[in-house]
């Protein structure tokens, strides 16, 4: 017999076993297959563990069913595998009003002897596309959607057919199993994919997503079994295993629980799929967006070189623009130390510049890289307070602060206190080396030793709010190395990105939405730039400077920062009145509709495009009720093109941003924007109402 629940707009079906699978539709019961396990688990150097009597490759270890047992929304299905004397629990939540599950996955000790575990999953989500034609039928029915994150180069989304991605039959046999293996190692846990994949059936118009916490090392499968028997997809989320470089030594009466992962499907695509990731983030994270503009000084402006001189001016015209905040980037003290530098700001040193910046009506703001130190401090110390590696300090070049070791976060706390004492209300927060495989002290596996860092960093960075209420973090990591959702939910601002060239943000800001809510994605905009190349100097050349006066650059980088949480950059006091108005009206225009953005959601009418792609681009942010959509649309090296907003019901297009005319024209019929611009490169908002 199955068990059928329906949860919003999915059913749960669960087999008498414990076996389950999700789908939008009423699943009939002689669709069900049974003898998939819904968690991947192998005990020392055994094969994967399977449920008893359907067994697909040889194994000695047996998961056999215990009990099922419903509480409300919390389903707990508990099996056993008697040959080690080690129970699995998985914990189902069903997330309220959404097609969502969460779950944690525990394995517990029974025995009396220590149990090798070298592989757990959060989830292993099967049935996927069980009730339509076989996969390689159709080889278009499938779209696994997956995103690379790379330094300045993140929410590069790609689309791949199951065949594209190696996953194909060959045989007959029921052991063949055919996977394609997403997966990022190291702290980094965002810099190559982001842990999120959503597969597109096309055939039944429903799209799966599932996406795991936590900062360190992951894996997720996409797998096919049975060859050209096989019926299904299944994807298991790590977790971590032997090819992360991962395994623990179960004692015995210990418990081991995974990462939280969640999952779940919805009728429709992308836009569907987003909205209902959003409202989950929302749902579950512990602080919420500050929404207040912040310029910083780093990109494109001072590039970690500030002084009195550069600091000032940069100060009054950021207060002029409207900004509410104002952070000092890298410069300020020496990293690792965090001892501000006095000598660089003047009669009234670094407390000086910090009440500088009040008086300006601006929050003050510093950045910092909690978790670098230096050697100096060790000796101060002791050398435990060090993140070490089989003996060995992790980045002796940069070697980071161990945040499990009660010496180190207090002197760590202390120097928060100091900028805190000074006015500072606003902590940007960075990472900016990878720990690679992860710390350890005593032989254990340095990939769990990197677990257990991580969930040191979360509780210190829950202290900071005990200690000081009032402030307000920010994520970063060198752009968005570290960013997965146990961080981003602990954040009231995540930087999204270190590029440096504003032609190349759309596409990096669009992509990045399917990961960050709009209110908590940090979007750069600089208009008059400092280049790179010209950081010695601190000077903008002038004729990069009568570049900007046509205020297009201006316009295309503001529109780029108003997509999200709009953080303001570059050498604005040099604007001359055309550019320092742009500045201004779009600061202010920002301000219209920056507290709605918790309500918002991303769509994308011309798709998820890359880096690569120099045609154009188009984000909209769509209020919950669908009454009204903020259109950012910009053209890149195509000047003219179509944008078809059918399916979101809007009757009128208002241009809201710039009121300047730069030639652009629109024209808005049959759910059909048209857009015309003079130039390449230039971009606009417009407001769609119904």
């Given at each position: 017999?199955?068990?059928?629940?329906?949860?919003?707009?999915?059913?749960?079906?669960?087999?008498?076993?414990?076996?389950?699978?999700?789908?939008?539709?009423?699943?009939?019961?002689?669709?069900?297959?049974?003898?998939?396990?819904?968690?991947?688990?192998?005990?020392?150097?055994?094969?994967?563990?399977?449920?008893?009597?359907?067994?697909?490759?040889?194994?000695?270890?047996f998961f056999r069913h215990e009990s099922t047992v419903f509480d409300g929304d919390?389903?707990?299905?508990?099996?056993?595998?008697?040959?080690?004397?080690?129970?699995?629990?998985?914990?189902?939540?069903?997330?309220?009003?959404?097609?969502?599950?969460?779950?944690?996955?525990?394995?517990?000790?029974?025995?009396?002897?220590?149990?090798?575990?070298?592989?757990?999953?959060?989830?292993?989500?099967?049935?996927?596309?069980?009730?339509?034609?076989?996969?390689?039928?159709?080889?278009?029915?499938?779209?696994?959607?997956?995103?690379?994150?790379?330094?300045?180069?993140?929410?590069?989304?790609?689309?791949?057919?199951?065949?594209?991605?190696?996953?194909?039959?060959?045989?007959?046999?029921?052991?063949?199993?055919?996977?394609?293996?997403?997966?990022?190692?190291?702290?980094?846990?965002?810099?190559?994919?982001?842990?999120?994949?959503?597969?597109?059936?096309?055939?039944?118009?429903?799209?799966?997503?599932?996406?795991?916490?936590?900062?360190?090392?992951?894996?997720?499968?996409?797998?096919?079994?049975?060859?050209?028997?096989?019926?299904?997809?299944?994807?298991s989320i790590g977790g971590t295993d032997e090819n992360t470089g991962w395994e623990?030594?179960?004692?015995?009466?210990?418990?081991?629980?995974?990462?939280?992962?969640?999952?779940?499907?919805?009728?429709?695509?992308?836009?569907?799929?987003?909205?209902?990731?959003?409202?989950?983030?929302?749902?579950?994270?512990?602080?919420?967006?500050?929404?207040?503009?912040?310029?910083?000084?780093?990109?494109?402006?001072?590039?970690?070189?500030?002084?009195?001189?550069?600091?000032?001016?940069?100060?009054?015209?950021?207060?002029?623009?409207?900004?509410?905040?104002?952070?000092?980037?890298?410069?300020?003290?020496?990293?690792?130390?965090?001892?501000?530098?006095?000598?660089?700001?003047?009669?009234?040193?670094?407390?000086?510049?910090?009440?500088?910046?009040?008086?300006?009506?601006?929050?003050?703001?510093?950045?910092?890289?909690?978790?670098?130190?230096?050697?100096?401090?060790?000796?101060?110390?002791?050398?435990?307070?060090?993140?070490?590696?089989?003996?060995?300090?992790?980045?002796?070049?940069?070697?980071?602060?161990?945040?499990?070791?009660?010496?180190?976060?207090?002197?760590?706390?202390?120097?928060?206190?100091?900028?805190?004492?000074?006015?500072?209300?606003?902590?940007?927060?960075?990472?900016?080396?990878?720990?690679?495989?992860?710390?350890?002290?005593?032989?254990?596996?340095?990939?769990?030793?990197?677990?257990?860092?991580?969930?040191?960093?979360?509780?210190?960075?829950?202290?900071?709010?005990?200690?000081?209420?009032?402030?307000?973090?920010?994520?970063?990591?060198?752009?968005?190395?570290?960013?997965?959702?146990?961080?981003?939910?602990?954040?009231?601002?995540?930087?999204?990105?270190?590029?440096?060239?504003?032609?190349?943000?759309?596409?990096?800001?669009?992509?990045?939405?399917?990961?960050?809510?709009?209110?908590?994605?940090?979007?750069?905009?600089?208009?008059?730039?400092?280049?790179?190349?010209?950081?010695?100097?601190?000077?903008?050349?002038?004729?990069?400077?009568?570049?900007?006066?046509?205020?297009?650059?201006?316009?295309?980088?503001?529109?780029?920062?108003?997509?999200?949480?709009?953080?303001?950059?570059?050498?604005?006091?040099?604007?001359?009145?055309?550019?320092?108005?742009?500045?201004?009206?779009?600061?202010?225009?920002?301000?219209?509709?920056?507290?709605?953005?918790?309500?918002?959601?991303?769509?994308?009418?011309?798709?998820?495009?890359?880096?690569?792609?120099?045609?154009?681009?188009?984000?909209?942010?769509?209020?919950?009720?669908?009454?009204?959509?903020?259109?950012?649309?910009?053209?890149?090296?195509?000047?003219?093109?179509?944008?078809?907003?059918?399916?979101?019901?809007?009757?009128?297009?208002?241009?809201?941003?710039?009121?300047?005319?730069?030639?652009?024209?629109?024209?808005?019929?049959?759910?059909?924007?048209?857009?015309?611009?003079?130039?390449?490169?230039?971009?606009?908002?417009?407001?769609?109402?119904?």
């Open positions: 017999m199955i068990k059928k629940i329906k949860h919003n707009e999915m059913y749960l079906n669960i087999g008498e076993k414990g076996h389950f699978f999700l789908s939008c539709d009423e699943t009939k019961e002689k669709d069900y297959v049974y003898g998939y396990i819904n968690t991947n688990l192998i005990c020392g150097a055994g094969n994967e563990t399977e449920f008893e009597n359907n067994m697909i490759m040889p194994t000695c270890d919390k389903i707990g299905i508990s099996y056993n595998v008697s040959s080690q004397n080690v129970a699995v629990k998985e914990k189902l939540e069903l997330v309220d009003g959404l097609n969502v599950v969460r779950q944690v996955t525990e394995v517990e000790n029974r025995g009396d002897k220590n149990v090798k575990i070298t592989k757990l999953s959060a989830a292993c989500v099967t049935g996927i596309g069980i009730d339509g034609s076989r996969y390689f039928e159709n080889d278009k029915r499938f779209i696994v959607n997956y995103s690379y994150n790379r330094w300045q180069g993140e929410g590069q989304w790609h689309k791949s057919t199951l065949k594209e991605l190696g996953v194909y039959p060959a045989s007959k046999h029921v052991w063949e199993k055919s996977t394609h293996r997403f997966q990022s190692t190291g702290s980094y846990s965002s810099r190559v994919y982001y842990p999120l994949i959503v597969i597109e059936d096309t055939e039944k118009g429903e799209s799966w997503f599932f996406e795991r916490e936590g900062a360190q090392s992951w894996y997720m499968d996409v797998t096919a079994f049975g060859g050209f028997n096989a019926r299904f997809l299944n994807v623990y030594d179960l004692k015995p009466g210990e418990k081991y629980a995974t990462n939280t992962c969640f999952y779940g499907v919805v009728k429709g695509g992308l836009d569907e799929v987003i909205r209902t990731l959003d409202a989950y983030r929302r749902k579950y994270e512990y602080i919420h967006a500050d929404g207040k503009v912040i310029f910083n000084d780093f990109m494109n402006c001072n590039w970690a070189k500030p002084t009195y001189e550069r600091l000032i001016p940069l100060i009054d015209a950021a207060a002029e623009a409207g900004c509410d905040g104002f952070c000092i980037d890298d410069g300020w003290a020496v990293t690792g130390e965090w001892d501000p530098l006095d000598e660089k700001f003047g009669k009234g040193g670094f407390d000086g510049i910090i009440r500088y910046i009040k008086e300006k009506g601006m929050r003050p703001g510093v950045w910092f890289e909690f978790e670098c130190t230096k050697y100096k401090v060790a000796e101060e110390l002791g050398e435990d307070v060090l993140m070490h590696r089989n003996g060995n300090v992790v980045m002796p070049h940069r070697p980071r602060l161990d945040l499990s070791n009660p010496k180190a976060r207090k002197w760590l706390m202390s120097k928060i206190r100091r900028v805190y004492d000074a006015g500072v209300r606003y902590i940007k927060n960075d990472q900016n080396n990878d720990e690679c495989w992860g710390i350890n002290y005593n032989g254990e596996s340095p990939v769990q030793g990197l677990i257990d860092k991580n969930k040191a960093y979360y509780a210190f960075i829950d202290d900071i709010y005990k200690e000081f209420p009032d402030l307000v973090i920010e994520g970063c990591s060198s752009g968005a190395g570290r960013a997965t959702y146990d961080v981003l939910k602990r954040v009231s601002l995540q930087s999204v990105t270190d590029q440096e060239d504003y032609r190349l943000m759309p596409s990096v800001h669009t992509g990045s939405l399917m990961y960050y809510t709009p209110e908590k994605a940090g979007f750069w905009a600089y208009p008059y730039p400092l280049l790179y190349k010209d950081i010695e100097t601190q000077v903008i050349p002038d004729d990069e400077l009568a570049s900007f006066a046509d205020g297009r650059e201006t316009v295309f980088n503001m529109v780029n920062g108003m997509a999200g949480s709009l953080y303001l950059s570059g050498k604005i006091h040099l604007a001359d009145e055309l550019n320092k108005n742009l500045i201004k009206e779009g600061v202010a225009a920002y301000k219209t509709y920056n507290k709605t953005l918790p309500d918002r959601y991303p769509v994308f009418p011309s798709g998820l495009k890359n880096m690569d792609d120099k045609t154009m681009n188009v984000l909209g942010l769509i209020d919950k009720d669908g009454a009204d959509m903020l259109l950012f649309v910009w053209a890149l090296e195509t000047k003219e093109f179509d944008v078809d907003l059918k399916k979101y019901g809007f009757t009128r297009a208002e241009k809201f941003y710039p009121s300047a005319d730069f030639g652009e024209k629109t024209l808005y019929s049959d759910g059909v924007l048209s857009v015309s611009f003079e130039k390449e490169y230039s971009a606009m908002i417009i407001l769609m109402k119904k």
